[in-house]
């Protein structure tokens, strides 16, 4: 079993070593709309990674629970575009097997 912490997607060097000072070495984050571009979360995996850390876990809400697919709106299959677009990203870059979308309900969460 592995212990983490959650980060924001924006932690300094500073936080990030104190994450590992407490001897917790896996982290995960939650990223908004503006950051779902692989520059992004080429930049995350590269901080957390000089700081000695793992991330194993990027989630985001605003695709995970977007009311636009929920609801089939107008502009649904843009956001599936972008969903899928998201995991394609999360993939190439960590290589995640535990990249999660979470939906309203906390007990049911889609690990890929």
Known sequence: MNISMYIEADATDEMLLFVRQLGIRHVFTSIRKDDLKSDFLYGLKESTQRNG????????????????????????????????????????????????????????????
């Open 53 to 112: 850390l793992e991330l194993i876990r990027v989630m985001s809400g605003f695709l995970g629970k977007n009311h636009e697919i929920h609801l089939g709106l107008p502009k649904r299959d843009q956001r599936i575009d972008e969903f899928i677009g998201f995991l394609e990203i999360s993939q190439m870059f960590f290589r995640i097997k535990n990249c999660i979308i979470f939906n309203n309900l906390h007990s049911q969460i889609w690990e890929l």
